[in-house]
């Protein structure tokens, strides 16, 4: 009978064949580990030659975590930080100033040298801080050039423009009829300089305080009369002086040095506008046309769009002034006291002329009596008036006088003051934009 043998186990293996599946195991598991090392190698290389690159295009390489970045906010509806309106910062409403020890003036327009002078920190100019006694035009002119004073030898009696500059319209014009002085105050910063109203016991008005410049008018005023443009402190106004010798107690000099002031530089950018290199204020090339109140001034001015340029204003009144060309008048050169490059609007005046209108300021002008109704304007034409019966020019192109802002001519006198000032109401418009 054949004999059946059972199928052989691996326990039933010879000793052979365990020894070789053993070393078939080995290779199989030193396969994978190849695999496995090659792996790591690979890997270990790539971060090498990452490293390596990384550290060439910047200044360190760390392996330490980059600090978290902070990330600016902005709005979900303005997400760009640069179009956001800027914030406004409210005002401490502090009104005085302090050192350490007690409240001081908070005027940082001008500073005492404590020699007998003061310096302009905006004009740059240096002024004699006192005046001394009222002289005869001519004769201030003769005796003070080149006046040496406090160290310097260069001292000038001002243009018109160099005085005005000091022109302070918190000032309050005096009534007319006013005979005393206390609790008057002036149009000039008498913190720092020395000022005095007309000496009433002397034959003065209160309002005779007018101040010597070298402006002499290029055409003349109340019937041939020569003047030169002064400035009045007392009551805030420019006009036309005598400068004959006589007639009067004269006029008070204050004395400058520094490089003069009040030289335009006009550019017209042939789009409407003329700038003033000389200041950064951008003008408005032609005027407004026709007359109209202040308030109706104003508002002209904030609508204007012109050169794409929506941020035009009223003229302050020192603004105004720096651009009166004093070599011109409607009498000598037929033309407003403007350079040419400017397109002024004619008029007929009072006295049936052809002529140049009056422009409004957006300054106000104080007053004892009608306190703030009164705003400023330039004349860039003849500074009319009514003396004897008849109009003329009483004050010169480039007078500054101040008419009411807002009414009915037909409730005002036609005339008023000693030289009977023209009454207007309705004055030009000249806007303007931009400055220092």
Known sequence: MESIHPTPTNQNFAPEQQLEEVNQKVKRLNRSNLIIITSLIILISGLIIFSL???????????????IQRIKKTSLTNPSPTTQS??????????????????I???????DNHDGTVTDLNTGLMWVKSPGDKQQYNDAIAANTNVSYAGYDDWRVPNIKELYSLMDFSGIDPDSSETDASGLKPFINTDYFDFSYGDVSAGDRIIDSQWITTNLYVSTVMNNQQ???????ADGRIKCYPNRTGGNNGYFVRLVRGPEYGVNEFIDHGDGTITDLSTNLMWQQNDSGQGMDWESALSYCENLSLANQSDWRLPNAKELQYIVDYTRSPDTTHSPAIDP??????????????DYPYFWTSTTHQNQRATQSFAVYISFGRAMGKMNGQWMDVH??????????????????????PQGDARRLHNYVRCVRGGI
Request: charged share 20%; proline share 6%; net charge positive.
């Open 53 to 67: 690159a990384y550290s060439r295009n910047t200044k360190s390489f760390s392996l330490r975590p980059k600090p």
């Open 86 to 103: 800027p914030t406004k910062i409210v005002d401490t409403n502090q009104t005085y100033c302090f050192d350490d020890k007690q409240t």
């Open 105 to 111: 003036t908070c005027d940082k327009s001008y500073q």
């Open 227 to 233: 003047c030169f443009f002064g400035v009045n402190f």
């Open 341 to 354: 490059i400017f397109k002024t609007s004619s008029i007929t005046n009072e006295a049936g002329q052809k």
């Open 396 to 417: 010169g192109a480039g007078a500054q006088r101040s008419d009411p802002k807002s009414g009915n001519i037909a409730d005002y006198p036609q005339s008023v003051g």
